[in-house]
């Protein structure tokens, strides 16, 4: 009776235990928190430290852990410790044995099967009970339990407990593994459903209301699943495409086969408009009914957009290849044109300009289309647009701003300018410059970005090509202004008033202009690659080309004078600058040299020096024939007085004759210096040149003697000169004296006249001339000749070739200071062995001819009795004229000054006839001493005396007209006929 007790009660436990461990599975659909379930309620019934789950039950692994397991805190398992075990031999044998049982396998003690010993001492394993469990689906698990506090002796009632609770886990594994798996599936389906990037909608077939959608949709449509699900196309689309998707939707359903929609549009919440590819697909019941309706769409708008901009792409190339052939193929007049006529076809524009940035910041539009032009009636308007004048107009933004912009109004514009309705403009940017400007102008609909885009694209493109030409044309313009430079520099070269030279380094001439060929009479090609010493002379020193080298070499600036010898043998004189010409490297590659004749400047200098010279002699000759007059006139005073006295049988009267023939002698000699220092005093008249030569030549014959010939030829209608008739008698005297001289034996003397008009042109060329009408008077002969040196020194005074007593050397000289004194000039021509020419040229004078009185006989001596006032410096000159004057019978107040003259007149109670005074004195001049006396004595007449004149009474030594004048020395006859002929004057 116990037994049978026992075993009800056995049992009673057994089914307790099931109940618990079917509580267990049942109690979840969760797999991992039924398997939790399970081992808490077998580890309950069977008390022990530790059970598990092994999966896979596989002993060929390379390792093992386990899957799932529940253990007592003190005894932690592989799984609580998170370890992953290596398969050994010991666990592996293991595992065979437990997949060879059919049911619980116990190991440890009473067993026939030891423990695996490191996996027991490692997790402190004292009995092991395990079985394999097979459920439907993959491979096989372990089920096993561990006794970790003492050494367990597993019963049968427990191991059969163990077995059927095991085989109860494998069956809820398979059924829990298969509905895994179903959700899984189900997952994975949903998963590729969510992550598909197209969009996936089902409606049911009777309403057509959403039921499905996927995330892609909610993306593309803007609209969640919660706000979608439930509603149709109508909720949530413009009525125009809710009937589209209708009646797509019904063309499924009602054909019970997939419909394919290559294009629809569908306006959606965020993203705008957008292209679908659609498919709809009827889901039909086993009856062959629709229930569901699949949709399937895919987003084309990106590839649409990517076709039309293919095809923009390719329209656009289209219109580039055209603008390209433009560039590259028509003229620049018509370029502009060209382009700007297909811009404006292929934006559908009425109007448009196309035009480039100049170097200096202008636009400027060649081409504009010709209506908006004829239209245009803003006044002053121009092609040519400064910065200043683009305003904030939308072209003027976007050549500052370098971006294309539109404008579809309104628009405010000047008076007068053509009505704009729609502007778009593109600047043409290369690199970082604004070189050009595109715009076009009132088309139908108004621009818009994809327009834009386009004329931007077009301005992109031609950047380069447009940079190219307008850089080509530049240089082109640049080049042209450099040929016109290059051009007009050659021109300036070659029509240079002055030599141009360019040599290479050695000084081998590489160029010359036309001026360096007139002036030396070399050619081109005659001095091209030769030296530039063909024009050594030797008259330059070698230390001044050593000084010229040394500089250019070093790469100085060297200037200076050279004596050069031309083609033809003549030498003459150039001044130079020559400096180094420089590479690109900065190397002296060439020498430039640039001269001027100075042969004329050279000869002026000289003559000027000369004149100068002449200048000097001449105011020396007149210092000192003034002082020696002074004595000389107390010489032949004091021997005419003297001489007067004695008588003519006395020897003494010799004597006195010889001095008085010396001191008029020498009188001569200083009257010839006055006249070439010019300060002799004349008396100019109008004289025909002919008439006079005519009366001199009877004297002239005497004079220069029988074995020579003088031959006389006039001039025909000659013209008159102003002169003194003396002085024209000097020169001729003087002229054939010294022609006469030159003749050894036998010769000729010419003497001519001739009418001379020299032109401002003809003179520029021959400095010795000056312009205007002149009388030519010119004496030549055939004697001798003269050398350059003779020829240069004979106006000199005191210069003779004569031997010693045949000459003053004053003769010459005389005739330059008369020709001088006259406004004349003298020109001599003369070579060695072919004889002399003197031309003197004396400025014509539009007049009547003078009648020129003769002199007629005079008394010895014309006295008279009215009273003298004698001013002289000089007291010796005093005391001479006073008692020349007191013997002529004249009472003589004399004075030493003027201040005394002055005094003498104011004390003086009769009349006072006539002042003879010297024209300079210490205290004023005899002038205005003459002025102070006639203002006591108005019918005071004045004598003036000097040794030379002065512009104190004369001008140029011509004698101021109502002036007396006598020339010191004068004798007491010339003293006497002169006193009497003032005296007596009206």
């Known amino acids: 009776m116990s037994e049978e007790i026992k075993m009800n009660q056995d049992h009673l436990q057994f089914l307790e235990s099931l109940d618990k461990v079917n509580r267990a599975i049942q109690g979840t659909s969760d797999l991992r928190q039924m398997m939790r379930d399970v081992l808490d309620a077998v580890m309950s019934i069977f008390d022990c430290d530790r059970i598990f789950l092994l999966y896979p039950c596989d002993p060929e692994a390379s390792s093992w852990s386990s899957s799932m397991e529940r253990t007592k805190a003190e005894y932690p398992g592989v799984h609580a410790l998170g370890l992953e075990m290596p398969m050994d031999a010991e666990v592996a044998e293991k595992l065979r044995v437990v997949l060879a049982s059919d049911g619980p396998v116990n190991f440890g003690p009473e067993s026939e099967y030891p423990l695996p010993a490191k996996v027991a001492d490692r997790f402190n394993i004292k009995s092991f009970l395990s079985m394999a469990i097979y459920p439907k689906s993959g491979k096989p698990w372990e089920f096993g339990m561990h006794q970790c506090s003492y050494a367990r002796v597993w019963t049968p009632n427990e191991k059969q407990l163990f077995g059927v609770i095991g085989q109860r886990i494998a069956d809820a594994l398979s059924v829990l593994l298969s509905y895994q798996e179903l959700l899984e599936q189900r997952k994975f389906v949903d998963d590729i459903v969510e992550n598909i990037p197209n969009m996936i909608f089902v409606k049911d077939a009777q309403d057509l209301r959403f039921v499905r959608l996927n995330k892609a949709g909610e993306q593309l449509l803007g609209y969640s699943r919660q706000e979608l699900l439930g509603k149709n196309d109508y909720d949530f689309f413009p009525k125009e495409e809710a009937d589209f998707f209708w009646a797509k939707d019904h063309e499924a359903l009602d054909l019970k086969k997939p419909v394919d929609i290559p294009e629809e549009t569908i306006q959606t ?7 679908l590819h659609t498919q709809k697909i009827p889901i039909l019941n086993e009856a062959g009914r629709p229930v569901y309706l699949l949709g399937i769409s895919e987003d084309i708008t990106e590839r649409k957009n990517a076709e039309e901009r293919l095809r923009r792409s390719e329209h656009n ?3 580039q290849n055209r603008i390209a052939s433009v560039f590259l ?3 620049d007049e018509e370029m502009f044109g060209e382009v700007l006529a297909i811009l404006l076809q292929a934006l559908n524009s009425k109007f448009g300009l ?12 060649p081409s504009m289309t010709r209506g908006i032009w004829n239209e245009c009636q803003v006044p002053g308007k121009s092609h040519v647009f400064s910065p200043g004048s683009w305003g904030a107009s939308c072209w003027g933004r976007a050549i500052r701003e370098k971006t294309a912009l539109f404008s579809n109004g309104p628009f405010h514009i000047p008076e007068g300018h053509v009505p704009i309705g729609h502007f778009l403009a593109a600047p043409i940017v290369y690199g970082e410059e604004t070189i050009g400007l595109i715009s076009v102008a009132n088309n139908e609909r108004g621009y818009i970005e994809e327009d834009k885009g386009f004329l931007e694209s077009v301005a992109n493109y031609i950047s380069p090509i447009l940079n190219a030409r307008l850089q080509r044309d530049r240089r082109e313009r640049e080049r042209a202004r450099m040929e016109e430079s290059v051009c007009k520099l050659s021109q300036a070269i070659e029509q240079s008033p002055v030599s141009i030279v360019i040599t290479d380094v050695e000084g081998r001439i590489e160029f010359v202009n036309a001026k360096f060929t007139q002036i030396t009479g070399y050619s081109y090609a005659e001095v091209l690659g030769r030296h530039t010493r063909i024009l050594k002379s030797n008259e330059t020193p070698e230390e001044e080309y050593r000084r010229l080298w040394n500089t250019i070499s070093a790469g100085g600036v060297w200037q200076g004078e050279f004596h050069n010898r031309k083609k033809d043998g003549e030498l003459f004189w150039e001044h130079a600058t020559i400096a180094p010409v420089r590479d690109a490297n900065n190397v002296i590659s060439h020498y430039v040299a640039v001269k001027e004749d100075i042969t004329g400047r050279k000869k002026l200098e000289e003559e000027l020096r000369q004149s100068q010279k002449m200048e000097a002699v001449g105011q020396l000759a007149g210092g000192v024939a003034h002082d020696f007059n002074n004595m000389l006139g107390v010489i032949i005073g004091y021997a005419q007085i003297t001489l007067n006295k004695v008588a003519h049988d006395d020897s003494m009267r010799k004597n006195l004759e010889e001095i008085l023939k010396g001191a ?14 010019r300060k002799q005093t004349i008396e100019p008249k109008i004289l025909d040149l002919n008439d006079t030569v005519e009366g001199m030549l009877k004297m002239l014959r005497r004079l220069i003697g029988e074995n020579i010939d003088l031959v006389w030829l006039p001039g025909a209608n000659g013209w008159l ?3 003194d008739p003396s002085q024209l008698d000097q020169i001729l005297v003087n002229l054939c004296v010294n022609a006469r001289d030159s003749i050894a034996e036998l010769g000729k003397i010419t003497i001519e006249t001739q009418k001379v008009n020299f032109e401002e042109a003809y003179c520029v060329e021959h400095e010795e001339f000056s312009p205007g009408e002149y009388v030519m008077l010119a004496v030549s002969d055939n004697g001798g000749g003269m050398d350059k040196r003779t020829k240069d020194k004979i106006f000199e005074p005191f210069f003779t070739t004569k031997g010693v007593g045949r000459g003053t050397g004053l003769g010459l000289a ?3 200071g008369i020709v001088k004194q006259n406004a004349g000039f003298i020109n001599v021509y003369s070579e060695p062995g072919y004889g002399s020419v003197f031309k003197v040229y004396l400025p014509r004078h539009v007049a009547k001819v003078d009648h020129i009185k003769k002199d007629s006989p005079v008394a010895l001596t014309v006295g008279g009795h009215e009273t003298i006032l004698l001013v ?7 005391g001479v004229v006073k008692m020349m004057l007191e013997g002529l019978g004249y009472t003589v107040l004399g004075a030493s000054t003027p201040g005394e003259a002055l005094r003498i007149a104011s004390e003086n109670s009769g009349d006072i006839n006539l002042l003879i005074t010297d024209l300079v004195m210490p205290e004023m001049t005899g002038r205005d001493l003459a002025k102070n006396l006639t203002s006591l004595y108005r019918e005071l007449k004045c004598l003036f005396m000097s040794g030379y004149t002065s512009d104190i009474i004369a001008r140029q030594g011509i004698l101021d007209e109502g002036v007396n004048f006598i020339q010191k020395p004068f004798s007491k006859q010339e003293l006497a006929t002169k006193v009497r002929e003032v005296l007596d004057s009206q």
């Open 269 to 275: 919440r965020l993203k705008g408009e957008r292209i």
């Open 317 to 319: 190339k289209k219109i």
């Open 329 to 331: 193929t028509i003229p």
């Open 354 to 365: 196309f035009g480039f940035i100049e170097t200096n910041g202008d636009l400027v539009i």
């Open 664 to 677: 008029l002698r020498s009188s001569e000699i200083t009257r010839q210096l006055l006249a070439f220092a």
């Open 721 to 723: 000169v102003k002169m």
């Open 814 to 816: 005389t005739v330059y």
């Open 872 to 878: 002289e410096d000089e007291s010796a000159v005093l």
